[in-house]
Structure formats: structure tokens, C-alpha cells
């Protein structure tokens, strides 16, 4: 995948319908974007210890979120997760340096996978992990990070053991679709044993400076 830097349009749209309710949704994939990317976001048998990228979310002031979803969209050769639960969590005060904040909320949930049609002319389709039906997730207004990780871990898959890959597309072009106050730039975070990152800035490893996330709940 080559990588990209675009000025984005910032402008609200509707969300897609697999983001319901919607609360926050980053915007979709941009293939025609100069530097067009994906960062590690998996758990599998190639990366062992796993690979997550902590994209950032804002809620506005005077608002208190209740989450009862996440998603991270995600490039893979196959749409498979075995077993079909990931971890989520959403953490505050998150800091470079080894410094992973607070966690506030985080599970594990079964997973789903939805196609998003906005793969372009890359080799992988994009689909939407998605979990839901969270509970006692009750947010007030500032800024948080998330993460949804895909799993394929299952050493009697033959997809898990085919070299089963998962990438976080980002989203630094159009942003179709973004729903919600836009994403910080250059805010993300990526942790990984497997790639020696310990609570590092996603900008150290490539250029993009927004990822494609969502969030699903109601606001009051």
C-alpha cells in the first residue's frame, strides 16, 4: 500500500447505515488519496502478540455519550474472524512514551464483519469489525481514543494459518459519510510488542493522519 497526505474537506454527511445510531463516524476510505494507507490492527498467528492502533474521538461539550458500539475498518484478504469476538476499549489522557492513560471502558464482545464497499482498486476489501450491545459506558464530554481489534487465531483455520492480515485503513482524503465532530489529526496511537511500539504516535509509523472508526450510542 503506498502512502498518503491530503488535504481533507471537512463536512458532515450521513453516516453509514451500518453505523446505528450513530454518534461518530471518521469517514470513509479514500483510495484516490495520494498516500492511501493501512496500519497493523490484528491479533493472528503471523503477529502473535497482536498489533492496535487507538484512533481518537471527541465528545462535544455539554454532552454525555452512552456507547453501546464500536468499529474499526479494517483492510483483509478474507472476511473471516475466528474466534468471532474482539477486545474494545476506549481510554483518556493517552500520551506518547509509554504512557497509555486511563482505561474507561473495555470488554471483549462477539464480532461482526460488514463490507464497505470503499476498498477501491486496493487488493483487500474493508470490513467494518464492529461490536455492540456494550454496557456501562457512560462518557462525558472530552476527548477519548478507541480501538476495535480483529482476531484469527485459530491454528485449525485454514484462513487463520493463510497468512491472514489486518490493516486499519485510514481516511486523510474525501472522508464521505463523516458523521459528527471530525477526528484530531496526527492524534493515534499504535501499540505492539511484535513491532517494538510501546504507546506510539501513529505518525512514526506512517503518514496518515485520521483513521476510519465509529461509534454508536446516544448523546444527552
Avoid at 137 to 157: E, I, Q
Avoid at 168 to 181: I, T, Y
Avoid at 199 to 220: D, I, N
Wanted: charged content about 15%; some cysteine.
Amino acid at each position: 500500500m503506498s502512502r498518503f497526505s491530503a488535504t481533507p474537506h471537512h463536512r458532515a454527511q450521513t453516516p453509514p447505515k451500518y453505523c446505528k445510531p450513530c454518534l461518530f463516524y471518521a469517514g470513509d476510505f479514500d483510495p484516490n488519496a495520494s498516500d492511501a494507507n493501512g496500519l497493523a490492527n490484528e491479533f493472528d498467528l503471523i503477529i502473535s502478540t497482536g498489533a492496535a492502533v487507538y484512533v481518537p474521538f471527541m465528545i462535544p461539550k455539554g454532552k454525555t455519550w452512552t456507547i453501546t458500539g464500536l468499529f474499526t475498518s479494517n483492510f483483509m484478504d478474507v472476511g473471516t474472524l475466528d474466534p468471532a469476538t474482539s477486545p474494545y476499549e476506549i481510554r483518556k489522557a493517552l500520551k506518547a512514551g509509554g504512557n497509555g492513560g486511563k482505561l474507561v471502558c473495555h470488554g471483549r464482545k462477539p464480532a461482526t464483519l460488514t463490507d464497505t464497499h470503499t476498498n477501491g482498486n486496493f487488493d483487500m476489501l474493508i470490513y467494518a469489525t464492529k461490536v455492540e450491545h456494550i454496557k456501562g459506558c457512560r462518557l462525558p464530554p472530552g476527548r477519548y481514543w478507541m480501538s476495535v481489534v480483529p482476531y484469527c487465531t485459530n491454528p485449525n483455520d485454514s484462513t487463520c494459518t493463510n497468512t491472514w492480515r489486518s490493516y486499519l485503513a485510514n481516511n486523510d482524503g474525501a472522508m464521505a459519510n463523516r458523521f459528527g465532530l471530525l477526528e484530531p489529526a496526527n492524534d493515534s496511537f499504535f501499540n505492539s510488542v511484535y513491532f517494538g511500539a510501546n504507546w506510539q504516535p501513529s505518525s512514526e509509523q506512517q503518514s496518515s493522519m485520521r483513521f476510519v472508526v465509529g461509534v454508536e450510542g446516544t448523546a444527552k
